[in-house]
Protein backbone atom coordinates (compact mmCIF):
# COMPACT_ATOMS: atom_id res chain seq x y z
CA UNK A 1 0.00 0.00 0.00
CA UNK A 2 1.23 3.52 -1.06
CA UNK A 3 1.16 5.73 2.19
CA UNK A 4 0.88 9.82 1.46
CA UNK A 5 3.81 10.21 3.02
CA UNK A 6 5.70 8.15 0.49
CA UNK A 7 4.42 10.03 -2.40
CA UNK A 8 7.29 11.62 -4.16
CA UNK A 9 7.51 15.24 -5.74
CA UNK A 10 6.10 14.36 -8.88
CA UNK A 11 3.22 12.69 -7.64
CA UNK A 12 2.41 15.29 -5.11
CA UNK A 13 2.40 17.68 -8.43
CA UNK A 14 0.39 15.36 -9.99
CA UNK A 15 -2.22 15.43 -7.47
CA UNK A 16 -2.12 19.21 -6.52
CA UNK A 17 -2.70 19.61 -10.23
CA UNK A 18 -5.59 17.39 -10.60
CA UNK A 19 -6.97 19.30 -7.93
CA UNK A 20 -6.33 22.67 -9.01
CA UNK A 21 -7.86 21.86 -12.80
CA UNK A 22 -10.84 20.43 -11.18
CA UNK A 23 -11.40 23.70 -8.96
CA UNK A 24 -10.04 26.07 -12.28
CA UNK A 25 -12.85 24.16 -13.90
CA UNK A 26 -15.78 24.24 -12.01
CA UNK A 27 -14.81 27.73 -11.13
CA UNK A 28 -14.84 28.66 -15.04
CA UNK A 29 -18.06 26.97 -15.32
CA UNK A 30 -19.73 28.60 -12.63
CA UNK A 31 -18.73 32.08 -14.83
CA UNK A 32 -19.54 30.65 -18.03
CA UNK A 33 -23.00 29.12 -17.09
CA UNK A 34 -23.98 32.87 -15.93
CA UNK A 35 -23.65 33.62 -19.72
CA UNK A 36 -26.50 31.70 -20.49
CA UNK A 37 -24.57 29.75 -23.38
CA UNK A 38 -24.25 26.32 -21.48
CA UNK A 39 -27.26 24.33 -21.39
CA UNK A 40 -29.45 22.31 -19.45
CA UNK A 41 -27.95 21.20 -15.74
CA UNK A 42 -24.80 21.57 -14.19
CA UNK A 43 -23.72 20.69 -10.60
CA UNK A 44 -20.25 21.81 -9.91
CA UNK A 45 -17.75 19.89 -7.70
CA UNK A 46 -15.62 22.72 -6.05
CA UNK A 47 -14.60 22.23 -2.70
CA UNK A 48 -14.64 18.48 -3.00
CA UNK A 49 -11.72 17.98 -5.19
CA UNK A 50 -10.04 16.31 -2.18
CA UNK A 51 -12.14 13.32 -2.48
CA UNK A 52 -11.65 12.51 -6.16
CA UNK A 53 -7.90 12.91 -6.83
CA UNK A 54 -7.40 11.18 -3.04
CA UNK A 55 -9.64 8.30 -4.25
CA UNK A 56 -8.16 8.34 -7.77
CA UNK A 57 -4.30 8.62 -7.84
CA UNK A 58 -4.54 5.16 -5.96
CA UNK A 59 -6.15 3.97 -9.01
CA UNK A 60 -5.21 2.98 -12.49
CA UNK A 61 -6.89 3.12 -16.19
CA UNK A 62 -8.06 -0.05 -15.63
CA UNK A 63 -9.89 0.59 -12.57
CA UNK A 64 -13.39 1.01 -12.92
CA UNK A 65 -15.18 4.16 -11.59
CA UNK A 66 -18.59 4.69 -11.29
CA UNK A 67 -19.94 8.11 -10.34
CA UNK A 68 -23.01 10.64 -9.91
CA UNK A 69 -25.04 13.88 -11.34
CA UNK A 70 -21.73 15.69 -9.53
CA UNK A 71 -19.48 13.71 -11.72
CA UNK A 72 -16.98 16.44 -13.37
CA UNK A 73 -14.06 16.10 -10.60
CA UNK A 74 -14.36 12.01 -11.11
CA UNK A 75 -13.83 12.46 -14.37
CA UNK A 76 -10.89 14.92 -14.32
CA UNK A 77 -9.43 12.87 -11.50
CA UNK A 78 -9.73 9.47 -13.60
CA UNK A 79 -8.27 11.20 -16.40
CA UNK A 80 -10.75 12.60 -18.89
CA UNK A 81 -9.30 14.62 -20.86
CA UNK A 82 -10.71 18.45 -19.76
CA UNK A 83 -11.17 19.75 -23.39
CA UNK A 84 -13.13 16.90 -24.61
CA UNK A 85 -15.09 17.38 -21.23
CA UNK A 86 -15.51 20.88 -21.59
CA UNK A 87 -16.93 20.63 -25.38
CA UNK A 88 -19.25 18.06 -24.31
CA UNK A 89 -20.77 20.24 -21.56
CA UNK A 90 -21.55 22.95 -24.62
CA UNK A 91 -23.18 20.10 -26.38
CA UNK A 92 -20.43 20.40 -29.31
CA UNK A 93 -18.65 18.08 -31.84
CA UNK A 94 -15.58 16.58 -30.32
CA UNK A 95 -17.32 16.11 -26.74
CA UNK A 96 -16.65 13.34 -24.75
CA UNK A 97 -20.20 11.56 -25.40
CA UNK A 98 -20.11 13.95 -28.74
CA UNK A 99 -22.59 16.15 -26.99
CA UNK A 100 -25.17 13.58 -26.57
CA UNK A 101 -24.54 12.98 -23.34
CA UNK A 102 -23.91 16.28 -21.67
CA UNK A 103 -22.61 17.42 -17.84
CA UNK A 104 -24.64 14.76 -16.33
CA UNK A 105 -23.49 11.72 -18.39
CA UNK A 106 -19.44 12.14 -18.96
CA UNK A 107 -17.65 8.56 -19.70
CA UNK A 108 -14.98 7.24 -20.81
CA UNK A 109 -14.42 3.66 -20.95
CA UNK A 110 -10.80 3.48 -22.19
CA UNK A 111 -10.11 5.88 -18.44
CA UNK A 112 -11.83 3.23 -16.72
CA UNK A 113 -15.14 6.22 -15.98
CA UNK A 114 -18.27 3.87 -16.41
CA UNK A 115 -20.03 7.20 -16.51
CA UNK A 116 -21.86 10.30 -14.60
CA UNK A 117 -25.19 9.27 -13.31
CA UNK A 118 -28.20 11.27 -13.49
CA UNK A 119 -29.96 8.40 -11.37
CA UNK A 120 -29.24 8.70 -7.87
CA UNK A 121 -28.15 5.54 -6.37
CA UNK A 122 -27.82 4.65 -9.95
CA UNK A 123 -24.30 3.34 -10.15
CA UNK A 124 -23.62 1.01 -7.64
CA UNK A 125 -25.05 -1.98 -9.14
CA UNK A 126 -23.22 -1.20 -12.30
CA UNK A 127 -19.91 -1.09 -9.89
CA UNK A 128 -21.38 -4.49 -8.71
CA UNK A 129 -20.99 -5.58 -12.79
CA UNK A 130 -17.73 -3.98 -13.42
CA UNK A 131 -16.41 -6.10 -10.21
CA UNK A 132 -17.83 -8.88 -11.35
CA UNK A 133 -15.93 -8.17 -15.33
CA UNK A 134 -12.53 -7.71 -13.25
CA UNK A 135 -12.91 -10.83 -11.49
CA UNK A 136 -13.39 -9.69 -7.86
CA UNK A 137 -15.85 -12.29 -7.39
CA UNK A 138 -15.32 -12.56 -3.89
CA UNK A 139 -16.58 -9.25 -3.06
CA UNK A 140 -19.64 -9.38 -5.30
CA UNK A 141 -23.33 -8.76 -3.88
CA UNK A 142 -22.18 -8.28 -0.54
CA UNK A 143 -24.02 -5.71 0.96
CA UNK A 144 -24.13 -6.52 4.88
CA UNK A 145 -20.78 -6.01 6.72
CA UNK A 146 -18.88 -3.88 4.65
CA UNK A 147 -16.00 -1.98 6.89
CA UNK A 148 -16.42 1.53 6.66
CA UNK A 149 -14.26 4.58 7.51
CA UNK A 150 -15.15 8.39 7.77
CA UNK A 151 -12.16 10.25 6.54
CA UNK A 152 -11.90 14.56 6.14
CA UNK A 153 -12.81 15.31 2.57
CA UNK A 154 -10.80 18.47 2.34
CA UNK A 155 -7.06 16.59 3.05
CA UNK A 156 -5.75 14.77 0.32
CA UNK A 157 -3.65 13.34 2.16
CA UNK A 158 -6.05 11.61 4.52
CA UNK A 159 -8.34 10.53 1.59
CA UNK A 160 -5.32 9.12 -0.61
CA UNK A 161 -4.07 6.90 3.07
CA UNK A 162 -8.27 5.78 3.26
CA UNK A 163 -8.37 4.71 -0.05
CA UNK A 164 -5.00 2.91 -0.17
CA UNK A 165 -6.28 0.68 2.68
CA UNK A 166 -9.93 -0.08 1.09
CA UNK A 167 -7.85 -0.16 -2.67
CA UNK A 168 -5.40 -3.41 -0.93
CA UNK A 169 -8.25 -4.84 0.74
CA UNK A 170 -10.08 -5.45 -2.66
CA UNK A 171 -6.71 -6.15 -4.48
CA UNK A 172 -6.44 -8.75 -1.82
CA UNK A 173 -9.92 -10.52 -2.61
CA UNK A 174 -11.43 -9.46 0.47
CA UNK A 175 -14.25 -7.78 -0.80
CA UNK A 176 -15.54 -4.26 -0.98
CA UNK A 177 -15.43 -1.03 1.56
CA UNK A 178 -17.17 2.04 1.68
CA UNK A 179 -15.39 5.74 2.57
CA UNK A 180 -17.85 8.29 3.70
CA UNK A 181 -15.99 11.71 3.19
CA UNK A 182 -17.19 14.54 5.40
CA UNK A 183 -17.05 17.62 2.82
CA UNK A 184 -19.18 20.90 1.84
CA UNK A 185 -20.01 22.29 -1.40
CA UNK A 186 -18.74 25.75 -2.59
CA UNK A 187 -21.82 26.17 -5.14
CA UNK A 188 -25.67 25.55 -4.90
CA UNK A 189 -26.88 21.71 -5.67
CA UNK A 190 -26.89 23.10 -9.24
CA UNK A 191 -25.93 26.06 -10.96
CA UNK A 192 -29.13 28.74 -10.50
CA UNK A 193 -30.04 26.92 -6.43
CA UNK A 194 -30.35 30.20 -4.50
CA UNK A 195 -29.32 28.11 -1.79
CA UNK A 196 -31.78 29.44 1.17
CA UNK A 197 -30.74 26.80 3.55
CA UNK A 198 -27.50 28.23 3.87
CA UNK A 199 -25.95 30.63 6.43
CA UNK A 200 -24.62 34.36 5.44
CA UNK A 201 -20.84 33.76 4.65
CA UNK A 202 -21.23 29.84 4.77
CA UNK A 203 -19.18 29.74 2.00
CA UNK A 204 -17.05 32.35 2.96
CA UNK A 205 -15.72 30.63 6.15
CA UNK A 206 -15.51 27.46 3.81
CA UNK A 207 -13.52 28.42 1.58
CA UNK A 208 -11.29 29.65 4.36
CA UNK A 209 -11.51 26.10 6.63
CA UNK A 210 -12.65 23.63 4.09
CA UNK A 211 -10.52 24.32 0.58
CA UNK A 212 -8.69 21.15 0.03
CA UNK A 213 -5.83 23.40 -1.97
CA UNK A 214 -5.27 25.58 0.49
CA UNK A 215 -4.53 22.57 3.09
CA UNK A 216 -2.46 20.97 0.70
CA UNK A 217 -0.34 24.26 0.40
CA UNK A 218 -0.36 24.77 3.93
CA UNK A 219 1.26 21.12 4.33
CA UNK A 220 3.77 21.92 1.43
CA UNK A 221 4.43 24.90 3.15
CA UNK A 222 5.53 23.33 6.97
CA UNK A 223 8.34 20.71 5.23
CA UNK A 224 6.79 19.22 1.98
CA UNK A 225 8.96 18.61 -1.31
CA UNK A 226 6.70 21.45 -3.35
CA UNK A 227 8.13 25.10 -3.21
CA UNK A 228 5.30 27.73 -3.36
CA UNK A 229 6.91 28.44 -7.20
CA UNK A 230 6.48 25.08 -8.08
CA UNK A 231 2.45 25.52 -6.80
CA UNK A 232 1.86 28.54 -8.40
CA UNK A 233 2.96 27.01 -12.02
CA UNK A 234 0.54 24.11 -11.47
CA UNK A 235 -1.75 27.32 -11.09
CA UNK A 236 -0.92 29.21 -14.00
CA UNK A 237 -0.97 26.10 -15.95
CA UNK A 238 -4.61 24.84 -14.91
CA UNK A 239 -6.05 28.32 -15.80
CA UNK A 240 -4.07 28.25 -19.31
CA UNK A 241 -5.78 24.98 -20.20
CA UNK A 242 -9.46 25.50 -18.60
CA UNK A 243 -9.02 28.84 -20.73
CA UNK A 244 -8.27 26.83 -23.75
CA UNK A 245 -10.81 24.26 -23.26
CA UNK A 246 -13.62 27.22 -23.09
CA UNK A 247 -12.06 28.93 -26.19
CA UNK A 248 -12.50 25.21 -28.18
CA UNK A 249 -15.51 24.43 -26.62
CA UNK A 250 -17.16 27.95 -27.85
CA UNK A 251 -15.71 27.18 -31.09
CA UNK A 252 -16.89 23.89 -31.92
CA UNK A 253 -19.49 23.48 -33.95
CA UNK A 254 -23.06 21.53 -32.78
CA UNK A 255 -23.37 18.11 -33.45
CA UNK A 256 -24.62 17.80 -37.01
CA UNK A 257 -28.54 17.13 -37.21
CA UNK A 258 -27.48 13.21 -38.43
CA UNK A 259 -26.45 12.73 -34.82
CA UNK A 260 -29.71 12.43 -33.73
CA UNK A 261 -30.18 9.28 -35.15
CA UNK A 262 -27.11 7.52 -34.46
CA UNK A 263 -25.28 5.50 -31.94
CA UNK A 264 -29.21 3.65 -31.15
CA UNK A 265 -29.88 0.18 -33.03
CA UNK A 266 -32.66 1.43 -34.31
CA UNK A 267 -34.55 5.08 -35.12
CA UNK A 268 -37.76 5.70 -36.57
CA UNK B 1 -34.58 -33.61 -36.81
CA UNK B 2 -35.00 -33.89 -33.15
CA UNK B 3 -37.86 -32.70 -31.69
CA UNK B 4 -37.38 -30.18 -28.33
CA UNK B 5 -39.61 -28.52 -26.16
CA UNK B 6 -38.62 -24.46 -26.13
CA UNK B 7 -37.51 -24.86 -22.48
CA UNK B 8 -34.98 -27.33 -23.68
CA UNK B 9 -34.10 -25.11 -27.23
CA UNK B 10 -32.75 -22.43 -24.91
CA UNK B 11 -31.10 -24.83 -22.65
CA UNK B 12 -29.25 -25.97 -25.59
CA UNK B 13 -28.26 -22.72 -27.03
CA UNK B 14 -27.29 -21.32 -23.37
CA UNK B 15 -24.91 -24.38 -23.05
CA UNK B 16 -23.83 -24.18 -27.13
CA UNK B 17 -22.61 -20.36 -26.61
CA UNK B 18 -20.95 -20.06 -23.09
CA UNK B 19 -19.00 -23.50 -24.71
CA UNK B 20 -18.48 -21.14 -27.64
CA UNK B 21 -17.30 -17.96 -25.53
CA UNK B 22 -15.75 -17.79 -22.31
CA UNK B 23 -16.68 -13.88 -22.16
CA UNK B 24 -20.46 -15.07 -21.56
CA UNK B 25 -21.79 -15.15 -17.94
CA UNK B 26 -25.07 -16.33 -16.41
CA UNK B 27 -26.51 -14.55 -13.31
CA UNK B 28 -29.54 -14.58 -11.60
CA UNK B 29 -31.90 -15.82 -8.58
CA UNK B 30 -31.65 -19.09 -8.65
CA UNK B 31 -30.65 -20.07 -11.92
CA UNK B 32 -28.84 -23.05 -10.63
CA UNK B 33 -31.55 -23.61 -7.83
CA UNK B 34 -29.38 -24.56 -4.73
CA UNK B 35 -26.05 -23.14 -5.40
CA UNK B 36 -26.10 -20.82 -2.04
CA UNK B 37 -28.75 -22.83 -0.23
CA UNK B 38 -28.57 -25.13 2.50
CA UNK B 39 -29.04 -28.29 1.08
CA UNK B 40 -25.49 -29.25 -0.15
CA UNK B 41 -26.52 -29.44 -3.48
CA UNK B 42 -24.70 -27.23 -5.74
CA UNK B 43 -27.55 -27.45 -8.49
CA UNK B 44 -30.66 -28.58 -7.14
CA UNK B 45 -33.12 -27.70 -10.23
CA UNK B 46 -31.20 -25.66 -13.21
CA UNK B 47 -33.46 -22.46 -12.57
CA UNK B 48 -37.31 -22.42 -11.59
CA UNK B 49 -38.04 -23.30 -14.88
CA UNK B 50 -35.02 -25.72 -16.15
CA UNK B 51 -33.63 -23.04 -18.75
CA UNK B 52 -30.49 -23.06 -17.04
CA UNK B 53 -30.22 -26.81 -16.00
CA UNK B 54 -26.59 -27.90 -16.16
CA UNK B 55 -24.97 -25.01 -16.47
CA UNK B 56 -23.24 -24.50 -12.92
CA UNK B 57 -21.68 -27.91 -13.36
CA UNK B 58 -19.97 -27.47 -16.79
CA UNK B 59 -19.40 -23.81 -16.21
CA UNK B 60 -18.70 -23.23 -12.72
CA UNK B 61 -19.65 -20.50 -10.42
CA UNK B 62 -17.52 -17.69 -12.30
CA UNK B 63 -19.62 -18.17 -15.01
CA UNK B 64 -22.81 -18.94 -13.37
CA UNK B 65 -24.18 -16.47 -10.62
CA UNK B 66 -26.64 -17.31 -8.37
CA UNK B 67 -27.81 -13.66 -7.14
CA UNK B 68 -29.30 -12.68 -3.86
CA UNK B 69 -32.88 -11.44 -4.55
CA UNK B 70 -31.95 -7.98 -5.83
CA UNK B 71 -33.25 -7.52 -9.33
CA UNK B 72 -31.82 -3.74 -9.33
CA UNK B 73 -28.26 -5.81 -8.72
CA UNK B 74 -28.39 -8.22 -11.35
CA UNK B 75 -29.30 -6.45 -13.95
CA UNK B 76 -26.91 -3.16 -12.71
CA UNK B 77 -24.18 -6.23 -12.69
CA UNK B 78 -25.03 -7.34 -15.78
CA UNK B 79 -24.81 -3.85 -17.39
CA UNK B 80 -21.23 -3.32 -15.40
CA UNK B 81 -19.90 -6.47 -16.05
CA UNK B 82 -20.56 -5.51 -20.36
CA UNK B 83 -19.25 -2.54 -19.73
CA UNK B 84 -16.39 -4.13 -18.67
CA UNK B 85 -15.85 -6.41 -21.21
CA UNK B 86 -18.45 -9.53 -20.25
CA UNK B 87 -21.22 -10.66 -22.51
CA UNK B 88 -23.74 -11.25 -19.36
CA UNK B 89 -27.34 -13.36 -20.06
CA UNK B 90 -29.24 -11.75 -17.02
CA UNK B 91 -32.63 -13.92 -15.75
CA UNK B 92 -35.25 -12.14 -14.25
CA UNK B 93 -37.28 -14.98 -13.76
CA UNK B 94 -40.86 -13.36 -13.40
CA UNK B 95 -40.83 -9.93 -16.37
CA UNK B 96 -43.33 -8.17 -13.92
CA UNK B 97 -40.28 -7.47 -11.80
CA UNK B 98 -39.34 -5.53 -14.30
CA UNK B 99 -40.69 -2.33 -12.09
CA UNK B 100 -38.13 -3.53 -9.33
CA UNK B 101 -35.16 -2.50 -11.84
CA UNK B 102 -36.98 -0.66 -14.62
CA UNK B 103 -34.27 2.31 -13.89
CA UNK B 104 -31.02 -0.21 -14.90
CA UNK B 105 -32.63 -1.12 -17.74
CA UNK B 106 -34.59 2.01 -19.45
CA UNK B 107 -32.25 4.76 -17.62
CA UNK B 108 -28.85 2.80 -18.31
CA UNK B 109 -28.43 -0.16 -20.33
CA UNK B 110 -30.86 1.16 -22.99
CA UNK B 111 -29.11 4.58 -23.40
CA UNK B 112 -25.47 3.92 -22.71
CA UNK B 113 -24.62 3.51 -26.17
CA UNK B 114 -26.42 6.56 -27.51
CA UNK B 115 -25.77 8.69 -24.34
CA UNK B 116 -21.77 7.96 -24.42
CA UNK B 117 -22.05 9.36 -28.08
CA UNK B 118 -21.37 5.43 -29.47
CA UNK B 119 -18.22 4.96 -27.53
CA UNK B 120 -19.45 1.71 -25.72
CA UNK B 121 -22.27 -0.94 -26.08
CA UNK B 122 -23.68 -3.13 -23.82
CA UNK B 123 -24.14 -6.46 -24.84
CA UNK B 124 -26.60 -7.85 -22.11
CA UNK B 125 -29.41 -10.05 -22.73
CA UNK B 126 -31.84 -10.19 -20.28
CA UNK B 127 -34.40 -12.90 -20.29
CA UNK B 128 -37.25 -12.73 -18.27
CA UNK B 129 -40.70 -15.62 -18.48
CA UNK B 130 -43.44 -13.81 -18.75
CA UNK B 131 -47.76 -14.11 -19.79
CA UNK B 132 -50.90 -15.15 -17.81
CA UNK B 133 -52.17 -18.68 -18.32
CA UNK B 134 -50.80 -20.42 -14.86
CA UNK B 135 -53.32 -19.16 -12.16
CA UNK B 136 -50.49 -17.15 -11.14
CA UNK B 137 -52.02 -13.99 -10.19
CA UNK B 138 -51.50 -10.61 -11.00
CA UNK B 139 -47.87 -9.76 -10.52
CA UNK B 140 -46.61 -13.04 -11.98
CA UNK B 141 -48.53 -13.50 -15.45
CA UNK B 142 -48.03 -9.71 -17.30
CA UNK B 143 -46.51 -9.71 -20.91
CA UNK B 144 -45.23 -6.64 -20.62
CA UNK B 145 -43.89 -6.17 -24.24
CA UNK B 146 -45.63 -3.39 -25.03
CA UNK B 147 -43.55 -0.82 -22.15
CA UNK B 148 -40.39 -2.52 -23.25
CA UNK B 149 -40.97 -1.78 -26.96
CA UNK B 150 -41.35 1.43 -26.56
CA UNK B 151 -38.22 1.90 -24.86
CA UNK B 152 -35.51 3.43 -27.82
CA UNK B 153 -32.53 1.49 -27.39
CA UNK B 154 -33.83 -1.78 -26.74
CA UNK B 155 -34.75 -4.85 -28.90
CA UNK B 156 -37.35 -7.13 -28.09
CA UNK B 157 -37.60 -10.43 -28.87
CA UNK B 158 -40.50 -12.80 -28.49
CA UNK B 159 -40.39 -16.52 -29.71
CA UNK B 160 -43.34 -18.76 -29.93
CA UNK B 161 -41.70 -21.71 -30.67
CA UNK B 162 -38.82 -24.29 -29.89
CA UNK B 163 -37.07 -23.55 -33.09
CA UNK B 164 -37.11 -20.15 -33.41
CA UNK B 165 -36.62 -19.74 -29.38
CA UNK B 166 -32.82 -21.29 -29.92
CA UNK B 167 -32.14 -18.71 -33.08
CA UNK B 168 -33.15 -16.12 -31.69
CA UNK B 169 -31.68 -16.56 -28.23
CA UNK B 170 -28.23 -17.34 -30.29
CA UNK B 171 -28.47 -14.31 -32.03
CA UNK B 172 -29.43 -12.09 -28.64
CA UNK B 173 -25.85 -13.13 -27.39
CA UNK B 174 -24.05 -12.22 -30.37
CA UNK B 175 -25.81 -8.90 -30.79
CA UNK B 176 -23.60 -5.77 -29.35
CA UNK B 177 -27.01 -4.41 -27.87
CA UNK B 178 -29.17 -4.74 -24.68
CA UNK B 179 -31.49 -7.83 -25.92
CA UNK B 180 -34.91 -8.19 -23.82
CA UNK B 181 -35.82 -11.71 -24.21
CA UNK B 182 -39.70 -12.79 -23.32
CA UNK B 183 -40.38 -15.86 -22.88
CA UNK B 184 -44.05 -17.34 -22.67
CA UNK B 185 -44.48 -19.58 -19.16
CA UNK B 186 -47.08 -21.45 -21.18
CA UNK B 187 -45.20 -21.97 -24.34
CA UNK B 188 -41.79 -23.77 -22.42
CA UNK B 189 -43.22 -27.20 -22.81
CA UNK B 190 -44.09 -26.14 -27.09
CA UNK B 191 -42.60 -29.13 -28.87
CA UNK B 192 -41.05 -28.75 -32.43
CA UNK B 193 -38.28 -29.03 -34.54
CA UNK B 194 -34.66 -27.87 -33.54
CA UNK B 195 -31.39 -28.52 -35.21
CA UNK B 196 -28.34 -29.81 -32.89
CA UNK B 197 -25.77 -27.23 -34.21
CA UNK B 198 -26.15 -23.45 -33.30
CA UNK B 199 -28.17 -21.02 -35.81
CA UNK B 200 -29.18 -17.41 -35.87
CA UNK B 201 -32.73 -16.33 -36.10
CA UNK B 202 -32.14 -12.32 -37.10
CA UNK B 203 -33.97 -9.77 -35.78
CA UNK B 204 -36.67 -7.86 -37.68
CA UNK B 205 -37.75 -10.77 -39.66
CA UNK B 206 -41.13 -12.02 -39.27
CA UNK B 207 -42.50 -15.70 -39.70
CA UNK B 208 -45.18 -15.92 -42.36
CA UNK B 209 -46.72 -19.03 -41.27
CA UNK B 210 -49.71 -19.46 -42.50
CA UNK B 211 -50.82 -18.22 -46.33
CA UNK B 212 -54.24 -16.76 -47.30
CA UNK B 213 -56.17 -14.58 -48.84
CA UNK B 214 -58.97 -12.91 -47.59
CA UNK B 215 -57.34 -11.57 -43.91
CA UNK B 216 -54.04 -11.05 -42.16
CA UNK B 217 -53.79 -12.28 -38.97
CA UNK B 218 -50.78 -11.27 -36.73
CA UNK B 219 -50.36 -12.53 -33.34
CA UNK B 220 -47.67 -12.65 -30.48
CA UNK B 221 -45.99 -15.34 -28.16
CA UNK B 222 -48.76 -17.80 -26.77
CA UNK B 223 -51.24 -15.87 -29.48
CA UNK B 224 -49.26 -17.71 -32.54
CA UNK B 225 -50.31 -21.52 -31.57
CA UNK B 226 -54.35 -20.13 -30.76
CA UNK B 227 -54.25 -17.80 -34.03
CA UNK B 228 -53.24 -21.07 -35.76
CA UNK B 229 -55.99 -23.16 -34.61
CA UNK B 230 -58.46 -20.29 -35.47
CA UNK B 231 -57.31 -20.01 -38.83
CA UNK B 232 -56.78 -23.98 -39.91
CA UNK B 233 -60.39 -24.22 -38.65
CA UNK B 234 -61.80 -21.66 -40.90
CA UNK B 235 -59.42 -22.72 -43.83
CA UNK B 236 -61.96 -25.83 -44.07
CA UNK B 237 -64.78 -23.64 -44.60
CA UNK B 238 -62.23 -22.12 -47.24
CA UNK B 239 -61.33 -18.42 -45.11
CA UNK B 240 -57.66 -18.58 -45.53
CA UNK B 241 -55.50 -16.47 -43.76
CA UNK B 242 -52.24 -15.15 -44.01
CA UNK B 243 -50.64 -15.63 -40.08
CA UNK B 244 -47.66 -13.11 -39.23
CA UNK B 245 -45.62 -13.85 -36.01
CA UNK B 246 -43.27 -10.32 -35.94
CA UNK B 247 -40.57 -12.24 -33.91
CA UNK B 248 -39.28 -9.34 -32.61
CA UNK B 249 -41.30 -6.25 -31.74
CA UNK B 250 -37.99 -3.98 -31.48
CA UNK B 251 -36.83 -3.95 -34.21
CA UNK B 252 -40.43 -4.37 -35.78
CA UNK B 253 -40.65 -6.38 -39.48
CA UNK B 254 -43.35 -3.55 -40.79
CA UNK B 255 -42.91 -4.63 -44.50
CA UNK B 256 -44.49 -8.05 -43.82
CA UNK B 257 -47.58 -7.22 -42.12
CA UNK B 258 -48.20 -4.25 -45.09
CA UNK B 259 -47.55 -6.16 -48.22
CA UNK B 260 -49.87 -9.00 -46.57
CA UNK B 261 -52.53 -6.37 -45.67
CA UNK B 262 -52.00 -4.94 -49.52
CA UNK B 263 -52.97 -8.35 -50.66
CA UNK B 264 -55.82 -9.33 -48.09
CA UNK B 265 -57.40 -6.15 -47.05
CA UNK B 266 -58.31 -7.19 -43.90
CA UNK B 267 -56.21 -7.39 -40.47
CA UNK B 268 -56.65 -9.01 -37.17
CA UNK B 269 -54.34 -8.65 -34.42
CA UNK B 270 -53.90 -11.03 -31.67
CA UNK B 271 -52.14 -9.52 -28.42
CA UNK B 272 -52.30 -11.13 -24.83
CA UNK B 273 -51.51 -7.15 -23.67
CA UNK B 274 -54.01 -4.56 -22.22
CA UNK B 275 -55.74 -2.39 -25.54
CA UNK B 276 -54.36 0.25 -24.50
CA UNK B 277 -51.06 1.72 -25.91
CA UNK B 278 -50.11 -2.05 -26.96
CA UNK B 279 -48.37 -3.87 -29.76
CA UNK B 280 -52.00 -4.20 -31.18
CA UNK B 281 -52.32 -0.26 -31.32
CA UNK B 282 -48.86 -0.30 -32.57
CA UNK B 283 -49.06 -2.60 -35.72
CA UNK B 284 -52.66 -0.76 -36.07
CA UNK B 285 -51.46 2.36 -36.37
CA UNK B 286 -48.86 1.73 -38.43
CA UNK B 287 -51.31 -0.09 -40.89
CA UNK B 288 -53.48 2.81 -40.80
CA UNK B 289 -50.19 5.32 -41.73
CA UNK B 290 -48.93 2.87 -44.15
CA UNK B 291 -51.38 0.89 -46.18
CA UNK B 292 -54.78 2.68 -44.94
CA UNK B 293 -56.00 2.81 -48.65
CA UNK B 294 -55.40 -1.16 -48.61
CA UNK B 295 -58.03 -1.97 -45.97
CA UNK B 296 -61.40 -2.89 -46.88
CA UNK B 297 -62.54 -3.02 -43.23
CA UNK B 298 -61.85 -1.64 -39.94
CA UNK B 299 -58.86 -3.41 -38.45
CA UNK B 300 -59.73 -5.72 -35.27
CA UNK B 301 -57.68 -6.09 -32.44
CA UNK B 302 -58.12 -8.65 -30.28
CA UNK B 303 -56.79 -8.13 -26.98
CA UNK B 304 -56.63 -8.56 -23.10
CA UNK B 305 -58.83 -6.48 -20.95
CA UNK B 306 -57.19 -3.10 -19.59
CA UNK B 307 -57.34 -4.59 -15.78
CA UNK B 308 -54.41 -6.55 -14.42
CA UNK B 309 -54.07 -9.90 -14.87
CA UNK B 310 -56.88 -12.49 -12.72
CA UNK B 311 -56.00 -14.79 -10.52
CA UNK B 312 -59.25 -17.29 -10.68
CA UNK B 313 -58.76 -19.88 -13.20
CA UNK B 314 -62.20 -18.68 -14.30
CA UNK B 315 -61.59 -15.10 -14.71
CA UNK B 316 -58.28 -15.71 -16.27
CA UNK B 317 -59.56 -17.90 -18.95
CA UNK B 318 -61.78 -14.81 -19.65
CA UNK B 319 -58.75 -12.19 -20.07
CA UNK B 320 -56.72 -14.33 -22.44
CA UNK B 321 -57.40 -14.05 -25.75
CA UNK B 322 -58.45 -17.64 -27.12
CA UNK B 323 -58.82 -19.38 -30.23
CA UNK B 324 -62.39 -18.98 -29.97
CA UNK B 325 -62.20 -14.96 -29.88
CA UNK B 326 -59.98 -15.00 -32.98
CA UNK B 327 -61.88 -16.86 -34.76
CA UNK B 328 -64.95 -15.01 -34.19
CA UNK B 329 -62.68 -12.07 -35.03
CA UNK B 330 -61.88 -13.22 -38.24
CA UNK B 331 -65.30 -13.69 -38.96
CA UNK B 332 -66.25 -10.16 -38.42
CA UNK B 333 -63.29 -9.27 -40.47
CA UNK B 334 -65.06 -11.20 -43.16
CA UNK B 335 -68.80 -9.80 -42.75
CA UNK B 336 -68.67 -7.62 -45.52
CA UNK B 337 -68.74 -10.94 -47.98
Known amino acids: MIDSMTLDKSRLLHAYRRMKMIREFEERLHVEIATGEIPGFTHLYAGQEAIAVGVCEQLSDSDYIVSTHRGHGHCIAKGCDVLGMMKEIYGRQGGLCNGKGGSMHIADMTKGMLGANAIVGGGPPIAVGAAIGSNDLAGRCRGFGMPAERVDGADFHAVFDAMGRVVQRARSGAGPSAIEAMITRFYGHFEGDPQNYRAKDEVAKLRMSMDCLKRFRARMLEGGPLSTAELDAVDAEAIALIDRAVIEAKAAPPPPAADLYSDVYINY | ?337
Open chain 2, 1 to 337: MPQLTMRDALNQALHQEMARDERIIVLGEDVSGGAGGTSGEREASGGIFGVTKGLLPRFGEGRVLDTPISESAIIGAAAGAALAGLRPVAELMFADFVGVCLDQIYNQIAKFRYMFGGRSTCPVVIRMAMGAGMNMGPQHSQTIYSLLTAIPGLKIVIPSNAYDAKGLLIQAIRDDDPVIFLEHKALYPRKGEVPEEAYVVPFGEANLLREGEHVTVVAIARMVPFAERAVDALAKEGITCDLIDPRTTSPMDEETIIESVEGTGRLVIVDESPPRCGMACDIAATIAQKAFRSLKRPIIQVTAPHTPVPFAPALERQYVPGPARIEAAIREAMKDE
